[in-house]
């Protein structure tokens, strides 16, 4: 079963303006964490946002915000005031807690390639 | 501080030949994980190394397979190549303990072409 869902394969925003990408995810637990990250053309995964599941507020890195909505489950990104350089693949990931131990496997969706046009 | 080394950066290889990949974490960091990524079946998880030891491990044939050493630097082997294992494979890493940041840095990848 798909855990991390991305329903966006691509999006276009207007330079200045601020996007939202989508991202849904599946878990029976209590406890796991959300990730955001970018990948540019050149392939390095850049970290961008991380939300656990017991935080109470929103994540919010400079530009980046995270709309967590746990009951929905859902872990939007939104990116403000964009800006031609982020143009680039933008990847949901989720990493599930295991009982007793450290999980760090992080279970990917398929990405969302945002377009910033001039 | 240096972020994530992965090298060679670039491979090509011929079907049937054994490669392996290395990869040096953040400094103090002691989790490293390897991923594929390939156009159709995206990014995926291959294993996690901590203090030298495999701490989970993806859904994927024998001839993956990955050590670290106790620099916490880490190698992933492959051996007898197919085509499908032409990709891209990034390691990433963190620092491992619970109670810890879970933020994972991912290196610049290794792009592996099998011909």
């Known amino acids: 079963a798909q855990k991390i869902t991305q329903t966006q394969p691509g999006m276009f925003v207007q330079e200045k303006e601020a996007v939202t990408l989508d991202c849904t995810y599946d878990?029976?637990?209590?406890?796991?964490?959300l990730f955001w990250y970018k990948q540019p053309s050149s392939g390095e995964m850049i970290f961008l946002i991380y939300q656990g599941s017991y935080d109470e507020q929103n994540a919010t890195e400079g530009r980046y915000s995270l709309n967590f909505q746990k009951a929905r489950k859902s872990a939007n990104l939104v990116i403000s005031a964009s800006q031609l350089g982020d143009s680039a693949m933008y990847f949901c990931a989720m990493r599930e807690d295991l009982v007793g131990g450290s999980n760090y496997k992080l279970t990917f969706g398929k990405g969302t390639l945002l377009t910033v046009n001039p | 501080k240096a972020g994530v080394t992965q090298t060679p950066r670039y491979l090509i290889k011929t079907r049937g030949q054994q490669v392996t990949l290395s990869c040096s974490p953040i400094?103090?960091?002691?989790?490293v994980s390897w991923y594929q990524q390939t156009p159709g079946q995206g990014l995926q998880f291959l294993f996690e190394y901590f203090s030298e030891t495999q701490r989970n491990k993806g859904n994927f044939p024998g001839r993956f397979s990955g050590r670290q050493f106790s620099n916490s630097r880490s190698e992933m082997n492959v051996s007898t190549l197919e085509l499908g294992d032409s990709a891209l494979y990034l390691c990433?890493?963190?620092?491992?303990?619970?109670?810890?940041?879970?933020?994972?840095?991912f290196g610049p990848g290794t792009r592996l072409t099998v011909t």
């Open positions: 400094s103090g960091h002691r989790s």
């Open positions: 990433a890493s963190s620092f491992g303990l619970a109670g810890d940041p879970y933020e994972q840095y």
């Open positions: 878990t029976s637990d209590q406890s796991y964490g």
